[in-house]
Each structure stands twice: as C-alpha cells, then as structure tokens.
C-alpha cells in the first residue's frame, strides 16, 4: 500500500468520525494512529465527553469485530476471557470464548474494576492471546483494545497496575468541547440524529481488516534515518534522569514511539519520519509511563510542562 492510500484512508475515517463526534480532533487522530499500529490506547476523561461514542463510532467504520466490556467492581478475569464448561453429554471441557476474542475491544471504564480483573487483558494487550485454563488461544488480527477511564480523584476508581499502563502505546486526554462544539453536539439533536442511534448519521464502512493489516505492514517501511532514533533514545532517557521525575519511561516507550512516528508520517503524507513527528506524540506516548516525585505533585508540577521541557533541553537533528 502507497503513502498516498493510507493518507487518503486516514482522512477519509477522520471525516467519518466527525459526522458523529463533534470537535476532539485530537483524539480522533490518536486512535486512528494507534489502530495503524496496532497499539492499544487509553482514553481518560470526565463522563459524557464523548470516550466511548468514538469507539462505537469507530467499529461502524471499520468493517471488522468489535466488544464492549462494561468494566464494574464485581466482573471476574472469566468475564473478560471466557472460561470452560464441561459438556455433559460429550464428558469433556468445551471453551467458551470471552468477549475479548474480537478485532477492536471497547473496556469501558477499566479503573471500576480491581486489578485481578484490569490485569486479565495483560496478555492479549501485548502477545495477542489468551491463556485459559494452560490453553493459549491466538486472538484475530487486527487486535487493539480501546479502554477509557474516569480520573483517579473520583470515588469508586482503582488505579491501573503499572505493567498494564505501559502496554497503552498512547493515553489520550479529553476534555469538555468549546461552546461552538457544543452548539454542534445540540444541533445533531435537534435535526433528529441521536448518539444513540448511529445509523441516522449516515456512516459508512470505509475499511476493512486485511486493509487495516495491509495500512501496517506497509508503514513498516516508512523510512527513519538514524539521527531521528537516536533523537527518540536520547528523550526517553532524559525522562530517566530529570530533576522532577521520580520513574522514568521504559525501552517499550522508545518503541512506541518509533512505531507511531512512523504511522504518524504516513498519515500525513510522508515515507520518512522528521523530528516533529516525535515532538508531536511524545506527550501521548510518555504522560502515563512516568511518575514525578512527591515534592513535584505538592507543588504543583503538571506532567506535561515536564515533557514539554524536556523535549526543549533535547537538540533536535536537523533535516
């Protein structure tokens, strides 16, 4: 597939989106982004923003699987994977798969539940399987999982295990729409279209999984120079050494990176990557794979002024 067709399909399923989702032009972009990688992403914002819209409106575009799993306190690792039942009549265990054997899996408010259950997705997040039972069942590509999350200040939230965070390739960060958005979101309403009911919005399926897969096997050869490595390297591994931050970002955010520069450049037309690219996705790939220190948080210190002053005080390569 050419650069000129993965821009092409990326414009076209921005344009979808946005018959439904009025503004959040950055997230739109995001997950799109991370769906040409493969990656999973993690959505956080207040209720009633607009999280889990996207992705239902996502699944209408793409002609592939899709599950929602409504995440609460009381769902089990089974609930999420399947479990086995024995069959009477045959004397014999028969599997039954679990709503995350699907294309793209919505996991709906992923902090209500505790970490036994958050940790159930670890395996299919990264190995693309499910182990039950000492059985490993091998998940259909393309797999990403889309999970949103309230913030951690609200009552009734457990906070995801570090390990899981680190297999979000982006957290995408939503807040509340300009007034003229809202103005938008009424006007859907009061022309009759309802969120509810995504038909009346006119959507049309514009891909399908083999073009997904075929979207990224070809951004794989999306060309980047050595310099623009290094330059990747080179900010991860201040994120290990700042002043403010008391864990820095592991090897898996270096690769991230990579992967979604690459997917980035793509989508915008290019077969090679540009130091831009990085300094545009750097916040997405790294706010949840750092922790400041105590004395930071007390006073105030926000994670993304700590990005943006580290990408300032790494020379970018000249093109």
Same mark, same amino acid.
């Given at each position: 597939?050419?650069?000129?067709?993965?821009?092409?399909?990326?414009?076209?399923?921005?344009?979808?989106?946005?018959?439904?989702?009025?503004?959040?032009?950055? #997230?739109?972009?995001?997950?799109?982004?991370?769906?040409?990688?493969?990656?999973?992403?993690?959505?956080?914002?207040?209720?009633? #923003?607009?999280?889990?819209?996207?992705?239902?409106? $996502?699944? &209408?575009?793409?002609?592939?699987?899709? %599950?929602?799993?409504?995440?609460?306190?009381?769902?089990?690792?089974?609930?999420?994977?399947?479990?086995?039942?024995?069959?009477?009549?045959?004397?014999?265990?028969?599997?039954?798969?679990?709503?995350?054997?699907?294309?793209?899996?919505?996991?709906?408010?992923?902090?209500?539940?505790?970490?036994?259950?958050?940790?159930?997705?670890?395996?299919?997040?990264?190995?693309?399987?499910?182990?039950?039972?000492?059985?490993?069942?091998?998940?259909?590509?393309?797999?990403?999982?889309?999970?949103?999350?309230?913030? #951690?200040?609200?009552?009734?939230?457990?906070? $995801?295990?570090?390990?899981?965070?680190?297999?979000?390739?982006? &957290? #995408?960060?939503?807040?509340?729409?300009?007034?003229?958005?809202?103005?938008?979101?009424?006007?859907?309403?009061?022309?009759?279209?309802?969120?509810?009911?995504?038909?009346?919005?006119?959507? &049309?399926?514009?891909?399908?999984?083999? @073009?997904?897969?075929?979207?990224? &096997?070809?951004?794989? @050869?999306?060309?980047?120079?050595?310099?623009?490595?290094?330059?990747?390297?080179?900010?991860?591994?201040?994120?290990? %050494?700042? @002043?403010?931050?008391?864990?820095?970002?592991?090897?898996?955010?270096?690769?991230?990176? $990579?992967?979604?520069?690459?997917?980035?450049?793509?989508?915008?037309?290019?077969?090679?990557?540009?130091?831009?690219?990085?300094?545009?996705?750097?916040?997405?790939?790294?706010? @949840?794979?750092?922790?400041?220190?105590?004395?930071?948080?007390?006073?105030?210190?926000?994670?993304?002024?700590?990005?943006?002053?580290?990408?300032?005080?790494?020379?970018?390569?000249?093109q």
């Amino acid at each position: 597939m050419e650069v000129a067709q993965i821009e092409k399909a990326f414009d076209r399923a921005v344009e979808e989106i946005q018959k439904v989702v009025v503004g959040q032009r950055e #997230l739109i972009e995001g997950v799109l982004i991370a769906l040409f990688c493969e990656g999973n992403v993690l959505i956080e914002g207040v209720p009633g #923003l607009g999280k889990t819209l996207l992705v239902n409106t $996502l699944s &209408k575009i793409l002609s592939c699987d899709f %599950n929602r799993i409504q995440f609460t306190p009381d769902l089990m690792p089974s609930d999420v994977t399947g479990h086995s039942i024995y069959n009477m009549k045959d004397r014999e265990f028969v599997f039954n798969p679990g709503p995350i054997f699907t294309n793209l899996l919505l996991a709906d408010e992923i902090n209500r539940a505790p970490a036994k259950t958050q940790s159930s997705l670890l395996e299919a997040m990264q190995e693309r399987q499910v182990t039950v039972d000492g059985t490993t069942y091998s998940l259909d590509r393309p797999f990403i999982t889309i999970a949103t999350q309230n913030p #951690l200040e609200q009552e009734g939230t457990y906070p $995801l295990p570090e390990a899981q965070l680190d297999r979000f390739m982006f &957290k #995408l960060l939503v807040d509340y729409p300009t007034q003229e958005q809202e103005d938008g979101i009424l006007n859907h309403y009061a022309s009759g279209r309802d969120n509810r009911e995504l038909a009346s919005f006119g959507l &049309k399926a514009i891909m399908q999984a083999e @073009h997904v897969l075929a979207i990224q &096997k070809a951004i794989g @050869h999306i060309i980047i120079e050595p310099q623009v490595i290094h330059y990747i390297t080179s900010v991860v591994h201040k994120t290990r %050494n700042w @002043h403010t931050v008391e864990v820095g970002a592991s090897p898996r955010a270096s690769v991230n990176l $990579l992967l979604a520069s690459r997917a980035l450049a793509a989508c915008r037309g290019r077969d090679f990557v540009v130091p831009d690219d990085v300094k545009e996705l750097a916040a997405w790939v790294l706010r @949840h794979r750092m922790r400041l220190k105590p004395e930071a948080e007390i006073e105030g210190v926000a994670m993304e002024d700590v990005i943006r002053e580290i990408l300032e005080s790494v020379e970018a390569p000249r093109q």
